[in-house]
């Protein structure tokens, strides 16, 4: 009877972590580095370089650069010239697709534009 007790409860234990890790999706944890493209507009580009930098590209030239922060889902432009407050939007990756969606609220309306409700496209 143990032993029947003990495959079951295994059994048991295997499927909650079956389901648990199903659930969580697939996005990652670590925010994705590399060149991005918008999956509505081939003209705009964006790479996230490892050392926190990004820089956005129109028609093959780079029209902005700054730094960002991450902290969990939460994506931090940190400001640039052009917009000098900082940006907060969460992001979500899975593996391929990159997309931002607003947290709070963005006084510079062109990075809400740039970057609300974008799905961008690593190229390889």
Do not use: H
Not at 14 to 35: D, Q
Not at 70 to 78: A, K, S, T, Y
Not at 96 to 118: H, I, M, W, Y
């Amino acid at each position: 009877m143990n032993t029947k007790k003990s495959i079951l409860i295994g059994l048991f234990s295997l499927w909650v972590l079956l389901v648990v890790t199903a659930c969580s999706g697939s996005t990652s944890s670590k925010f994705p580095t590399g060149k991005f493209v918008n999956a509505n507009d081939s003209s705009k580009e964006i790479e996230y370089n490892t050392d926190n930098t990004w820089a956005y590209y129109m028609g093959g030239l780079m029209s902005a650069k700054g730094t960002y922060q991450v902290d969990g889902n939460l994506w931090i432009e940190q400001g640039t010239s052009e917009c000098p407050s900082t940006g907060t939007y969460e992001w979500t990756y899975d593996g391929k697709n990159l997309s931002f969606k607003l947290s709070g609220v963005d006084s510079c309306a062109p990075r809400v534009e740039a970057t609300d409700g974008q799905t961008f496209v690593l190229l390889k």
